[in-house]
């Protein structure tokens, strides 16, 4: 299954909002100010003291200049996250609005892919129309349409075969019985970031009180599953 969430992160490119899986940051984009609302940003660095390099690494906010050790915030919120995510995949609740919002995102999908396929035949009357004219200039132009339309197409046919892989995942409680025993598991990297990106709306950073990670219902809530920029109406 968590072969399918990265393929799934990656397709959707929701990567492009959070950043990459393959980071030591596990709250990469997810930490935000309390006080200026803006994004803790990563910050990496190193210092030499009597011949010996020691190394850093700190979520900081410019804005309202302070920043946090990610040794301490991960110790801090990673047990918290994890206890969280096993105590709710056990929920029915859970469950259900999950499954909900999969039917909702597949109608979406399949009225997308409906569009699209409309859009493409209309395009390929008008290519047939401007070469029986030999207006190459709009035919050029009709070609690059339907260039990327089809690009969308194949990416909307490609979300929709890996929605209902999830779905057959969620009704089979194979989805969330893979995240139960989690707490036992020895988790990379990768595999706590995506934990992370599912479950994780954001955490609120107030300086002088302990770090307060809001946590969502609907773990595919972020997931662009329809291309962005790209209107499928006829």
């Not at 990656?10 to 940051?25: A, Y």
């Not at 206890?83 to 995102?105: F, P």
């Given at each position: 299954i968590l072969t399918s969430m990265r393929q799934?992160?990656?397709?959707?490119?929701?990567?492009?909002?959070?950043?990459?899986?393959?980071?030591?940051?596990?709250f990469l984009n997810k930490l935000s100010c309390a006080q200026c609302h803006h994004t803790l940003v990563t910050q990496n660095g190193s210092t030499t003291r009597k011949g010996k390099k020691y190394y850093y690494q700190y979520y900081v906010c410019k804005h309202c200049n302070y920043k946090l050790d990610i040794t301490e915030v991960h110790e801090e919120?990673?047990?918290?996250?994890?206890?969280?995510?096993?105590?709710?995949?056990?929920?029915?609740?859970?469950?259900?609005?999950?499954?909900?919002?999969?039917?909702?995102?597949?109608?979406?999908?399949e009225e997308n892919i409906e569009n699209l396929g409309e859009q493409l035949d209309k395009?390929?009357?008008?290519?047939?129309?401007?070469?029986?004219?030999?207006?190459?200039?709009?035919?050029?132009?009709?070609?690059?349409?339907?260039?990327?339309?089809?690009?969308?197409?194949?990416?909307?046919?490609?979300?929709?075969?890996?929605?209902?892989?999830?779905y057959e995942a969620v009704q089979t409680n194979e989805f969330f019985n893979r995240f139960k025993q989690i707490l036992d598991a020895q988790l990379g990297e990768p595999e706590k970031r995506l934990i992370i990106l599912y479950f994780i709306d954001k955490v609120i950073v107030h300086q002088d009180r302990p770090l307060q990670p809001v946590f969502r219902e609907n773990v595919f809530e972020s997931f662009q599953l329809v291309p962005t920029g790209q209107s499928t109406e006829s």
């Open positions: 799934l992160m990656t397709d959707t490119k929701l990567q492009q909002e959070f950043g990459r899986l393959d980071t030591p940051f596990a919120l990673l047990p918290k996250v994890l206890k969280h995510v096993q105590e709710l995949v056990c929920s029915e609740h859970i469950k259900t609005t999950t499954i909900e919002s999969l039917h909702k995102t597949k109608y979406f999908l395009l390929a009357s008008n290519g047939s129309i401007a070469n029986e004219h030999n207006d190459r200039e709009f035919a050029l132009f009709v070609e690059d349409v339907q260039s990327r339309y089809e690009t969308s197409l194949k990416s909307l046919l490609n979300s929709r075969d890996i929605l209902e892989e999830l």
